[in-house]
């Protein structure tokens, strides 16, 4: 029933063609795509608003913007990426590095293509704090928990991933 509920909510993004292009973008290492971490974060964020009881519209609002909290459309470990920050030295290159200004990128993109509220477009705009300014509302509180939750079973998976190829290359 939540799993139907969820697909209600989140269907029309999840087979929309720029966010299935995200499964060509690796996050967080391993064989974790941008587009799994997506869907998985978007999960997250629905389970944990159900269990804090958020009215039926923060629900709605919370998963769709989990969905989209990483929708900044770039590879950021590409080639293009670096010509962009050659563009700054020094401090302002630190700021404008992806972790402080994805989730700024992201909301202008989603809203550009799916019609974001001003809840969601601030909820993804702070997703990365403390790099990012403090979440104001509800759904900023729990798409930055769900993102930080997905993010480490992510890495500690990436790990798992990399000692297996590490011990496969030694072993055979
Ligand atoms: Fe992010
Ligand atoms: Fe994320």
């Not at 967080?28 to 978007?42: I, K, Q």
């Not at 629905?46 to 989209?68: I, P």
């Amino acid at each position: 029933m939540q799993d139907q509920d969820f697909h209600r909510i989140a269907d029309d993004i999840i087979y929309h063609p720029l966010f299935t292009q995200m499964r060509t973008f690796v996050h967080h290492g391993g064989e974790n795509s941008l587009y799994d971490h997506s869907v998985d974060t978007a999960k997250c964020a629905y389970r944990l608003a159900r269990r804090f009881g958020m009215r039926e519209e923060r629900v709605e609002s919370v998963t769709r913007a989990a969905l989209l909290h990483d929708f900044f459309g770039y590879d950021w470990r590409s080639d293009a990426h670096k010509q962009f920050l050659r563009h700054y030295s020094g401090l302002r290159r630190l700021t404008h590095m992806h972790a402080f200004v994805h989730g700024a990128m992201a909301a202008r993109r989603a809203n550009r293509l799916f019609g974001l509220n001003e809840r969601q477009r601030a909820a993804i705009t702070s997703h990365m704090f403390p790099l990012a300014p403090v979440p104001r509302n509800s759904e900023a509180w729990v798409l930055t928990l769900a993102d930080k939750i997905v993010a480490s079973r992510e890495m500690s998976e990436t790990v798992g991933w990399h000692m297996r190829r590490w011990y496969r290359k030694v072993v055979s």
